[in-house]
């Protein structure tokens, strides 16, 4: 599944994954409500943008201290009930694999960036052992005293290499991993409203079943409220991936290009310092 394919479920179709098991999205605990699933009496959220108060990008309502207490305690209660079997987990499918595939998409960048400063690194071991070679054999020939300029000058082309590399090529690269790293945080606030939407779902059901009519509008609301907000983290996250992902494949070749194409010119420069030392001898 593309991360595309969250915007698509504004349709409030069924969507077919790209994994055996096909899944209902609709059976999901958090999914994307359509017009005529907001409640009437609740005003229909606007995108606020340029803000300053933000959590990760995504404006968030301000919370007590007591509140804040209260959402962990009823989250703690919920992943209890869950792990001991007495209420189902929350269905999420489409986020946790959104999850997963961030997961795997840092550690693949994280992965390329070692080999791509890994590589810079070996060029410059490469050229300072090509220098203390050429010093030591300047020491013994007096007649390789050019030589030995030739091996300074290798060991400064390919430090003006790896710096050029930690500049350009690695930080746009960690610029990336910055972004998927941000989106993995979103991901991981989304799952608390989730635990907040089924913990509602559950307590208005309890209410349901003791016929108390003051406490079923109260667990309404309060089902109403964190549905709405699970939905704005939703849209958000969303959003954000729908930013990220175009073109991610060709901008990280093309940034394999650059390394390379920087790699070359090195080399290049490396091999006509030879060719002058060669030259005049």
């Given at each position: 599944?593309?991360?595309?394919?969250?915007h698509r479920r504004q349709n409030r179709g069924t969507i077919k994954e790209e994994s055996d098991q096909p899944v209902?999205?609709?059976?999901?605990?958090?999914?994307?409500?359509?017009?005529?699933?907001?409640?009437?009496?609740?005003?229909?959220?606007?995108?606020?943008?340029?803000?300053?108060?933000?959590?990760?990008?995504?404006?968030?309502?301000?919370?007590?201290?007591?509140?804040?207490?209260?959402?962990?305690?009823?989250?703690?209660?919920?992943?209890?009930?869950?792990?001991?079997?007495?209420?189902?987990?929350?269905?999420?499918?489409?986020?946790?694999?959104?999850?997963?595939?961030?997961?795997?998409?840092?550690?693949q960048l994280t992965a390329i960036r070692s080999s791509l400063h890994d590589h810079s690194q070996s060029i410059i071991?490469?050229?300072?052992?090509?220098?203390?070679?050429?010093?030591?054999?300047?020491?013994?020939?007096?007649?390789?005293?050019?030589?030995?300029a030739e091996g300074h000058q290798i060991r400064d082309i390919a430090l003006v290499f790896s710096d050029q590399v930690?500049?350009?090529?690695?930080?746009?690269?960690?610029?990336?991993?910055?972004?998927?790293?941000?989106?993995?945080?979103?991901?991981?606030?989304?799952?608390?409203?989730?635990?907040?939407?089924?913990?509602?779902?559950?307590?208005?059901?309890?209410?349901?079943?003791?016929?108390?009519?003051?406490?079923?509008?109260?667990?309404?609301?309060?089902?109403?409220?964190?549905?709405?907000?699970?939905?704005?983290?939703?849209?958000?996250?969303?959003?954000?991936?729908?930013?990220?992902?175009?073109?991610?494949?060709?901008?990280?070749?093309?940034?394999?290009?650059?390394?390379?194409?920087?790699?070359?010119?090195?080399?290049?420069?490396?091999?006509?310092?030879?060719?002058?030392?060669?030259?005049?001898?």
């Open positions: 599944m593309s991360f595309s394919t969250l209902d999205e609709r059976d999901d605990s958090c999914p994307l409500l359509g017009d005529d699933d907001r409640p009437s009496s609740i005003v229909k959220p606007r995108r606020i943008r340029n803000v300053h108060v933000i959590n990760n990008g995504l404006l968030t309502p301000k919370r007590s201290l007591a509140q804040r207490i209260m959402g962990r305690k009823n989250r703690l209660i919920q992943r209890v009930l869950v792990a001991c079997r007495l209420t189902e987990a929350p269905k999420d499918s489409t986020f946790k694999q959104v999850q997963m595939k961030t997961h795997t998409t840092i550690e071991k490469l050229s300072t052992a090509i220098c203390c070679f050429t010093d030591n054999l300047a020491s013994l020939q007096e007649d390789s005293t050019i030589i030995a930690e500049k350009s090529i690695l930080a746009k690269v960690d610029l990336r991993i910055v972004e998927f790293e941000r989106i993995n945080v979103l991901i991981q606030g989304r799952t608390k409203l989730v635990l907040d939407v089924e913990y509602a779902k559950r307590t208005l059901a309890v209410e349901h079943q003791k016929g108390n009519a003051n406490r079923i509008a109260e667990r309404k609301q309060a089902l109403q409220t964190a549905q709405l907000e699970c939905e704005k983290a939703t849209r958000f996250i969303t959003d954000q991936l729908k930013f990220l992902s175009p073109n991610q494949a060709t901008d990280l070749l093309k940034l394999y290009q650059e390394y390379a194409q920087q790699a070359e010119a090195a080399f290049q420069a490396h091999g006509d310092l030879i060719d002058t030392a060669i030259k005049s001898k």
